[in-house]
């Protein structure tokens, strides 16, 4: 049981350039979230998918686009990176029904846009 | 909208002292659940302890513990017996049924020996 992975850890792109985050999990959870967190700002939602086929913008979703390929995939594109991207990303997945039992998190990946 | 405070940027506790980190958030909301996240410098997320705002009682975890005061919309974490590995930035996070994780900026917390 390997929890939530993303690939890769690190990832240093010029302004313009694309690239797509990836993120799997393997606890069966419906809902996955991609968090941005930079310095001093604690972490930001980006987009979220509260399940297979659906997915919706949250507090900082500009320049990202998003698809959830099935139940264990939920991978993060920047189609055109700016230095304002460069921040840590992480991808998260949530245990549901009654008593919530908090999100499992990733490892992150630190992207630098030069 | 709901909007999650951790007034302290940093704190510093001794090794086997007990430190208690702040959080207050805002919510018209009555069910919702709250937790609080361990960032070591790993980076890694790890959740410490949560607590149902309908459930009166405290949450424990070993030597963590929260002191959630629903009527004042604060819920304080506090950390006996600190350990070095305790060291940390320590988030306080708020869940509503409707949405996501909305985090605090984070309290840095140093162990020193």
Request: aromatic share 12%; net charge positive.
């Amino acid at each position: 049981n390997a929890g939530v992975t993303q690939t890769p850890k690190f990832q240093v792109l010029k302004t313009g350039q694309s690239m797509t985050l990836q993120c799997a999990q393997d606890m069966n959870h419906n809902s996955m979230y991609w968090y941005r967190q930079d310095p001093g700002m604690g972490l930001r939602l980006i987009y979220y998918s509260a399940s297979e086929g659906t997915t919706d913008k949250g507090e900082v979703p500009n320049g990202y686009n998003v698809s959830r390929l099935n139940k264990r995939e939920f991978s993060l594109r920047l189609e055109s990176a700016a230095p304002s991207q460069t921040s840590v990303y992480f991808c998260a997945s949530r245990v549901e029904g009654t008593g919530v039992g908090g999100q499992y998190f990733g490892p992150g990946t630190r992207l630098t846009v030069t | 909208a709901q909007t999650v405070t951790q007034s302290q940027p940093e704190m510093s506790v001794q090794e086997a002292e007990t430190v208690t980190l702040s959080c207050t958030y805002d919510t018209s909301e009555n069910n919702y659940y709250l937790f609080w996240y361990k960032q070591p410098p790993s980076r890694q997320m790890i959740l410490v302890i949560r607590q149902e705002a309908y459930k009166q009682q405290n949450a424990t975890e070993n030597r963590f513990s929260v002191n959630f005061q629903k009527a004042a919309k604060s819920f304080s974490l506090k950390i006996s017996d600190s350990q070095l590995g305790d060291t940390a930035m320590y988030f306080c996070a708020f869940h509503s049924t409707l949405y996501a994780l909305n985090f605090g900026k984070g309290t840095s917390l140093l162990v020193t020996p």
